[in-house]
């Protein structure tokens, strides 16, 4: 079966610091995206990045990088500059390339930033 | 351009009733995913629509069906609740492989 573990329930940060957020998963398939998605207080699931599996080269959205480890399925999200608006829920989510668009989460990391 | 939209934002129900919960996706995106959040958990898929057709179906009993209209939007049916449907339940609607999430509609049942 494939799953998603995020092991880190909680984690805090300094504005202007940087952190790390950590999530593993478990799958057979060779091809597959990986996501992590912000959920603030208001609900909405946000996406923050996105990998491609085929793709070598760790994905970057501005602030928000990953270090993808295809051999150790591990799909870590770092957070550089963190901000006051950071603070939220993070989903580490997984879903295979074909014959599917079903997304499977992790249980959240909940991310606290302090002025 | 609006997003995903839901409602009811709330709503609470007692054990054996039925709940319906409707989702208007993004415009121009014609597959419409529902997911159930339970609390302090991620997000379980529950079922997909396309073209009116339910496409693909997530671990979930009978008592949870769906329906997709014409105009791309979607319903989520619930029956006979029990106090374990308690939960945040998210429509999302897609585009070129990506997810764009509503708000979400947290179900109570007593």
């Known amino acids: 079966a494939q799953t998603v573990t995020q092991s880190q329930p909680e984690m805090s940060v300094q504005e202007a610091e940087t952190v790390t957020l950590s999530c593993t998963y478990d799958?057979?398939?060779?091809?597959?995206?990986l996501f992590w998605y912000k959920q603030p207080p208001s609900r909405q699931m946000i996406l923050v990045i996105r990998?491609?599996?085929?793709?070598?080269q760790n994905a970057t959205e501005n602030r928000f990088s990953v270090n993808f480890q295809k051999a150790a399925k591990s799909f870590s999200l770092k957070i550089s500059d963190s901000q006051l608006g950071d603070a939220a829920m993070y989903f580490c989510?997984?879903?295979?390339?074909?014959?599917?668009?079903?997304?499977?989460f992790g249980t959240g990391t909940r991310l606290q930033v302090f002025p | 351009d609006a997003g995903v939209t839901q409602s009811p934002t709330h709503l609470i129900k007692t054990r054996g009733q039925q709940v319906t919960l409707r989702c208007s996706p993004k415009?121009?995106?014609?597959?419409v995913s529902w997911y159930q959040q339970a609390l302090g958990q991620g997000p379980q898929f529950i079922f997909q629509?396309?073209?009116?057709?339910?496409?693909q179906r997530g671990n979930f009993p009978d008592r949870f069906s769906g329906h997709q209209f014409p105009n791309y939007s979607s319903e989520l049916n619930v029956n006979a609740l029990l106090l374990g449907d308690s939960a945040l339940y998210l429509c999302?609607?897609?585009?070129?492989?990506?997810?764009?999430f509503g708000e979400g509609s947290r179900l109570t049942v007593l």
């Open positions: 989510a997984y879903r295979p390339r074909a014959f599917t668009d079903k997304l499977i």
């Open positions: 990998q491609e599996a085929y793709k070598q």
């Open positions: 629509y396309y073209e009116e057709e339910e496409r």
């Open positions: 999302a609607s897609q585009w070129s492989g990506e997810l764009f």
């Open positions: 799958t057979s398939e060779s091809d597959y995206y």
């Open positions: 415009s121009g995106h014609d597959t």
